[in-house]
């Protein structure tokens, strides 16, 4: 008999740890990262002009390549954190960047590329964020990694760090490649 | 007059932050009531805690537009949520499907209540038995007329 209670008292404790383990990896979930359905699926195609230019970007352009697509816009404090960044990258790395300026006035847009440099092959315009939408943006900076057959990889949301380009997005991008 | 003037200046800043208030609305009394009925039960991903219909987010208003053009296009509401799991996947719905991800979710809860009735069924049994096992014995009852007694 005595044995039995004990183990009805030691439940409630193994419920409580249980809990907290439970809540403990729930803390370290960031909420802000909606895994993205997108993955593995074609990205949405789409003709959108060029920032300054009179020619228009469509993704199927770079079909057979591996390429990224950052989403980013001149009223976008964290893509200014993410700028030298992609700089470098453009500088060390002959991979297409593509930027996608969203919901930005192509001045503004314009007016950031003179200022702080452009590191994009080409930039498209997508000034009433539909395109946007249908990539499933929901915060800016966000990086679409898409592969040779027009498909998309990986989905960098916020800025893209130091420690994100050298150890999720780099070598994905290499093996990709292959 | 100065007080007057402030005054007002007060009056007229009131009206227009009344007008940027009330988005209007009704152009069609029915796709509105639509979209309402729809975005209520999405979540805006911009402030989570927020419904794509109450949301003030720049994005949410986006969405909602999106959502007006598709009723407009006379797509069903399956139709239209589909089109925004598809794009945001199905954190964007307060209700989420049925499948095997979800079952903890949708089914946990009433696992726990059945636990729950079965350990207070367990319990209540043992200690109704207990109270029919555990007769007086000699001593004790001897005891307990002697307390009753004084």
Redesign the interface.
């Known amino acids: 008999m005595k044995k039995s209670i004990n183990f009805w008292y030691v439940i409630p404790l193994l419920v409580f740890i249980g809990l907290v383990a439970f809540m403990g990896l729930g803390l370290r979930h960031d909420?802000?990262e909606?895994?993205?359905?997108?993955i593995n699926k074609s990205a949405p195609d789409f003709t959108l002009p060029q920032l300054g230019k009179s020619e228009t970007f469509s993704p199927h352009d770079l079909l057979g390549q591996v390429w990224l697509l950052n989403v980013w816009a001149s009223w976008c404090v964290s893509c200014r954190d993410e700028h030298p960044i992609l700089l470098k990258f453009a500088r060390d790395y002959s991979v297409p960047l593509i930027g996608l300026d969203y919901?930005d006035r192509p001045q503004d847009g314009e007016g950031w590329v003179t200022n702080y440099g452009n590191p994009y092959t080409k930039i498209a315009v997508d000034l009433?964020?539909?395109v946007g939408?249908?990539?499933?943006v929901?915060?800016v900076p966000e990086t679409y990694v898409i592969d040779k057959k027009g498909v998309i990889r990986y989905k960098q949301i916020g800025p893209i760090t130091e420690d994100a380009l050298k150890n999720t997005l780099l070598p994905l991008i290499k093996e990709l490649q292959q | 007059m100065k007080t007057l003037g402030t005054l007002l200046i007060a009056l007229f800043m009131s009206v227009s932050v009344l007008a940027k208030e009330a988005t209007p609305v009704a152009r069609d009394p029915v796709t509105e009531a639509r979209l309402i009925d729809l975005s209520k039960d999405m979540r805006c991903?911009?402030c989570?805690n927020e419904s794509l219909a109450a949301s003030d987010a720049?994005?949410a208003k986006?969405?909602r537009d999106?959502i007006r053009q598709l009723i407009n296009q006379g797509k069903t509401d399956k139709e239209i949520t589909d089109y925004m799991?598809?794009?945001?996947?199905?954190?964007i719905r307060y209700k989420p499907p049925v499948d095997a991800t979800t079952y903890a979710l949708w089914f946990g809860p009433f696992l726990l209540l059945l636990v729950g009735i079965g350990v207070l069924i367990s319990v209540v049994r043992k200690r109704n038995s207990q109270s029919e096992e555990a007769p007086l014995s000699a001593q004790q009852q001897q005891h307990a007329t002697e307390l009753l007694r004084e």
């Open positions: 909420p802000h909606v895994p993205s359905p997108l919901k009433d964020g539909r939408i249908n990539y499933g929901y915060g | 991903l911009v989570q720049d994005l986006d969405l999106q799991v598809q794009r945001y996947g199905n954190f």
